[in-house]
């Protein structure tokens, strides 16, 4: 990866290519054109109606018969198996301070698992210095340079009411901690190698953290060669300072080739690979934390087509511990307990594609499969979700969005699981799993 990227910047340079206006994620939330006014306010609203067609459970044990499984709630509070909510509402401003500092600031007030633990939240609060050619420094908190769905804006270029699976649960951080024994209500999965009990004590960090960002992209022709490199804390974002002495280090490198138009409107067709690497306390213990990936996306004359595969070790999330809410009747809001494999190892890829036929119509399809805690056969979790979607657009700034996904777990090796009930209980959860049916409404201005 590393020398992918120095190996881009070498060809760039060698080619006499000039610095590039946006045209990929990195720099399109990073930067701003040179005639950007000084104060640019923005933002959108995200009303969602969710309904998971979820059954409770039976045949199990008593501590789950009858109990709704999180998997099927809504979050963040995961206390109904439908509801409206305001799932994003951010408000924020962008511009130019100079012709070489531009800034970018972005709250959010919605009910969603980055503001579960508090009503409003900085979710961006960054600059952005253009002052060395090649090399565009920013610095403050903004999304780290990983994956395709965690760098495409929302709301303009995402066009499903979720995530997938695997970008949600590896890409994605909630940061967790140790405590002494085990948990009140915890129970050690019999035949597991790499569970802990351990809780979540905070909520997401959206793909952000805070920390500082070299950057840029360079373009020869139709070719496209991109960069960029952060060291940032590795700590909740509601936090400017580190929780301990070590910093991640996140790589991205990008290669395009443009059909022709420019920014983040731009037809192109590009690939990418990147990878995160740090460390995370966990009590007494540091634990590492890596993930990667590498991925594509293409998109002309109204047909896209991305994919990606993400890899994941050590400080891998497991379900709620046990698997009901009926312990928390306020919800399931950090800290609650879960299983985390500290050293674990997880993967997963997904597949869609889309097609605006119409200017006011678009249809999409994705396929996406998360393979959780493969290297533990009494832990390994498969969760496979097809999903299909509708958007219309009703003007330029608004636009609704219908989503269906038929969602399968797996239990790959059930009797690796030593204790029966423990094993019973595992079957009767994944086949508990149920659908979902999402709208949402999205204004943007």
């Known amino acids: ?36 006014p000084k104060f640019r306010f923005f933002g959108f609203v995200q009303p969602t109606y969710t309904y998971y067609l979820a059954d409770r459970m ?126 009140s209500g915890c129970t050690v999965l019999a035949g597991n190698i790499s569970l802990d009990c351990g809780q979540a004590a905070t909520g997401n960090n959206a793909f952000r953290d805070w920390g500082v960002q070299v950057f840029d992209s360079f373009l020869k022709d139709n070719w496209e060669f991109a960069y960029a490199a952060m060291l940032s804390n590795g700590n909740e974002i509601e936090s400017i300072g580190d929780n301990d002495d070590n910093k991640d280090l996140t790589l991205r490198g990008q290669v ?43 998109n002309k004359s109204g047909l896209r087509i991305s994919g990606e595969y993400i890899r994941g070790e050590g400080m891998i999330a497991g379900g709620p511990n046990p698997p009901t809410i009926a312990q928390k009747p306020t919800g399931l809001t950090p800290p609650y307990n879960l299983n985390i494999a500290l050293d674990g190892k997880a993967r997963g890829w ?38 299909l979607g509708a958007q219309y657009f009703l ?10 996904e038929w969602r399968d777990q797996e239990v790959p090796h059930v009797n690796a699981i030593t204790n029966a009930a423990q094993r ?10 149920a659908d979902r049916l999402s709208l949402q409404l999205t204004y943007w201005w």
């Open 58 to 183: 039976s045949g199990g044990n008593a501590q789950i018969n009858g109990q709704y499984q999180p998997n099927n709630l809504v979050g963040p509070n995961f206390d109904s198996v439908n509801q409206v909510q305001l799932l994003r509402a951010q408000f924020g401003a962008r511009g130019n301070l100079t012709d070489k500092i531009n800034y970018f600031l972005l709250t959010d007030v919605g009910r969603n698992a980055t503001t579960v633990q508090h009503p409003f939240m900085v979710t961006d609060a960054s600059l952005t210095f253009n002052f060395i050619p090649g090399a565009r420094i920013r610095a403050g908190l903004f999304k780290l340079p990983t994956g395709e769905e965690a760098l495409v804006p929302n709301p303009t270029h995402h066009s499903y009411v979720y995530y997938s699976a695997v970008t949600s649960a590896l890409v994605q951080e909630t940061f967790f901690k140790d405590v002494a024994g085990t948990p």
């Open 350 to 387: 997904y597949l869609e594609s889309g097609w605006k036929f119409h200017p006011s119509w678009e249809i999409e399809a994705r396929y996406d499969e998360f393979d959780r805690s493969h290297d533990d056969p009494a832990a390994q979790r498969i969760f496979k979700t097809w999903t």
């Open 424 to 433: 019973t209980n595992a079957l009767v959860v994944a086949d508990n799993t």
């Open 256 to 298: 395009s080739y443009i059909f022709g138009g420019k920014g983040a409107n731009r037809e192109d067709v590009y690939a990418f690979a990147w990878r995160q690497d740090g460390k995370r306390s966990y009590g007494t213990t540091e634990r590492d934390r890596i993930r990667e990936g590498v991925g594509f996306r293409y």
């Open 1 to 36: 990866m590393k020398r992918s990227l120095i190996a881009a910047g070498v060809l760039a340079a060698f080619a006499n290519a000039i610095p590039a206006q946006a045209g990929n994620w990195v720099d399109a939330i990073g930067t701003e054109p040179a005639d950007a």
């Open 395 to 404: 003007n330029k700034n608004t636009r609704v969005t219908l989503n269906y």
